[in-house]
């Protein structure tokens, strides 16, 4: 992780339902973290360039579609109620599989549910999210964290609020958007100060040194 990636770049898939923390947290740490560098850089990327309805009804307009082919350094999965249909998207199964095995698959959520489904997860540890709503808490639903072990059964299940499995990254509730992005700022090879500075002009310093230590690192 030492090794800094100059020009990183982070691709969001957008989709329907996609649940709103989820993407916009770490799209707002590469947001901030260009004022430090402006190389920095964070789109959307969707199937197609038709403008999205996610969760709550807010609209985003995706800055890629897949066709288009983006250069990226990590893709990232947000959840959200949306990725129950996602996990049957065969186009979005396809793209990942064609993107370069230099580019970092990463998920924020119930994202991780889509690449357990591809078996991507197989042998590796992953994670997230831990606390249900409603529905999910009842005798009807299931917590999303089972829903994977459910769907991934050969992924080893863990409670960490990142997970880094190397080319997989997983993070989990939908607050720990926050945390991917700035473990995604480590990935790029940026030194713990900047990453720190990062969370401090965003005022969320405390936050961040109470969760940076809540991760998860496979070792090669």
Request: charged content about 25%; aromatic content about 10%.
């Amino acid at each position: 992780m030492s090794i800094r990636i100059p020009g990183f770049r982070l691709g969001i898939y957008a989709f329907k339902d996609a649940e709103v923390i989820d993407f916009a947290a770490p799209y707002g740490v590469f947001s901030v973290a260009r004022r430090f560098d402006a190389e920095l850089d964070v789109f959307l990327v969707a199937e197609n360039l038709r403008p999205i309805q996610t969760q709550a009804g807010l609209m985003v307009v995706p800055n890629y579609g897949f066709s288009d082919r983006p250069a990226m350094d990590a893709f990232l999965i947000p959840g959200g109620f949306g990725t129950r249909q996602e996990l049957h998207n065969k186009n979005l199964h396809q793209f990942i599989h064609q993107l370069p095995e230099s580019c970092l698959l990463t998920s924020v959520c119930t994202g991780s549910w889509i690449y357990g489904k591809m078996g991507l997860l197989d042998g590796l540890p992953a994670t997230n999210r831990k606390e249900p709503d409603r529905l999910e808490a009842s005798t009807a639903g299931k917590v999303p964290i089972d829903r994977l072990a459910e769907i991934a059964p050969a992924c080893r299940i863990s409670k960490a609020r990142v997970v880094d499995a190397g080319r997989i990254v997983t993070a989990g509730g939908i607050a720990s958007g926050m945390e991917m992005g700035f473990h995604l700022l480590r990935r790029a090879g940026y030194k713990e100060e900047f990453v720190s500075e990062v969370a401090r002009t965003m005022e969320y310093h405390q936050a961040y040194e109470l969760y940076r230590h809540d991760l998860e690192v496979v070792n090669s």
